[in-house]
């Protein structure tokens, strides 16, 4: 059974850093490119980044480049996203999804506020 | 970046209903849309992929259709189970966007 798991969502102080995990399991995890999405409280989905099987080529939306960064362990069946700078309008919902261009498999979602 | 506009925003219809639900690109993606449901504090469902590919175990009342910039997705008739938020994704660029989603409430 596909499982993916996240974890690593908190509170956190606007400028403040957080790095999320995803640890996956019950498939061939370095076959397949990664996703982070992300749910801000009410309001739609909004794909985040993107990693290829062997992390050579990622791929963020324009709101998070420079800030967050997306890698993988394939030793590890494990997906992380680091982020830093972190905003108020980074609060959110992140999920972890299976990519093969659509998401098959999703996680259950770690939530991460940003406020002082 | 490719811009996903759907319609409409938010629906109402009733058991038994057909519905469509509108996905239109900023430019073309070549049938690389995929449809998801999502329901209250779940994670999202895969229904289809490739425009019109069904999804292993979703039900047969759920189809997608398109070409070029504009896509449907239809359910043919509507079961109470099925009263959700839609989002149409395309994965034709290297940066993956949504539609802003539909929301499907019973009338």
């Known amino acids: 059974e596909v499982q993916l798991v996240e974890s690593g969502g908190g509170l956190v102080q606007p400028g403040g850093s957080l790095r999320l995990s995803c640890a996956a399991s019950?498939?061939?995890?370095?076959?397949?490119?990664m996703s982070w999405v992300r749910q801000a409280p009410g309001k739609g989905l909004e794909w985040v980044a993107n990693?290829?099987?062997?992390?050579?080529?990622?791929y963020y939306v324009d709101s998070v480049k420079g800030r967050f960064t997306i890698s993988r362990d394939n030793a590890k069946n494990s997906l992380y996203l680091q982020m830093n700078s972190l905003r108020a309008e980074d609060t959110a919902v992140y999920y972890c999804a299976r990519s093969s261009g659509w998401y098959d498999y999703w996680g259950q979602g770690t939530l991460v506020t940003v406020s002082s | 970046d490719i811009q996903m506009t759907q319609s409409p925003s938010s629906l109402s219809a009733s058991v038994g209903d057909r519905v469509t639900i509108t996905c239109r690109a900023s430019?073309?993606?070549?049938?690389?849309l995929a449809w998801y449901q999502q329901k209250p504090g779940k994670a999202p469902k895969l229904l289809l992929y490739a425009a019109s590919r069904l999804e292993s175990g979703v039900p047969s009342r759920f189809s997608g259709s398109g070409s070029g910039t504009d896509y449907t997705l239809t359910i043919s008739s509507l079961q109470p189970e099925d009263f959700a938020t839609y989002y149409c994704?395309?994965?034709?660029?290297?940066?993956?966007?949504f539609g802003q989603g539909t929301k499907l409430e019973i009338k």
């Open positions: 019950g498939f061939t995890f370095s076959s397949y490119w």
């Open positions: 994704q395309q994965y034709y660029s290297t940066q993956y966007t």
């Open positions: 990693i290829k099987q062997d992390g050579s080529e990622k």
């Open positions: 430019q073309g993606i070549s049938n690389s």
